[in-house]
């Protein structure tokens, strides 16, 4: 028998079969393009190791109405069940992500937030304080909105993302709860 693969805060029983995920990978830019989205790459190479589907991927600039259209538009496919974005997430007059994503979610999910400044925190220090990563619930998709830097994908992917999306994660995980999303 497989021993438990430990993760932060919970352990992967290798002995369950991964339910893969269908993940969109949005990049909220002015200056990305599919040549040089160096954060979009990472994200989709990882969505893709962990053995999930890559749904689609995309690169919006930052603007509030283009990120809430392409959100929709993934939302409304029915063929994505979460989406992680990269970018437009700092405090900077252009950065809008959170402006374009909050008003959309059916529920927020807050503890993402606390959990991915706590792991930043460990990379960066107190820069981590000029992000406002956010997650939240949109129409029954996992909606996940981290910084545009490759360390801050790693961050949010590797040690916060990733576990949460893994079927055999334990105690609990996000993909359990995902046919019980719209429920009323």
């Avoid at 992500?97 to 807050?110: H, Q, S």
Wanted: aromatic share 4%; net charge negative; hydrophobic share 40%.
């Amino acid at each position: 028998m497989n021993a438990p693969v430990l993760t932060p805060g919970g352990k992967i029983d290798a002995t369950r079969q991964l339910k893969p995920v269908r993940v969109a990978v949005l990049t909220v830019s002015d200056t990305r393009v599919a040549e040089n989205d160096t954060s979009g790459d990472l994200l989709a190479s990882r969505v893709i190791g962990a053995g999930h589907e890559l749904a689609d991927r995309a690169i919006v600039r930052d603007d509030v109405e283009a990120i809430r259209a392409q959100v929709k538009a993934w939302v409304a496919s029915g063929q994505v069940e979460a989406i992680v974005s990269t970018g437009g997430t700092g405090i900077t007059g252009r950065d809008v992500t959170p402006e374009a994503i909050r008003p959309l979610f059916d529920k927020e999910i807050d503890g993402f937030s606390v959990v991915f400044h706590l792991v930043s925190y460990q990379s960066v220090g107190l820069s981590t304080l000029q992000s406002r990563a956010l997650a939240g619930i949109v129409g029954g998709v996992f909606v996940f909105c981290l910084p545009g830097s490759n360390g801050a994908v790693k961050d949010g992917w590797d040690k916060v993302i990733s576990a949460q999306l893994d079927s055999r994660h334990g105690p609990c995980n996000m993909v359990e709860l995902m046919p019980r999303l719209m429920e009323t």
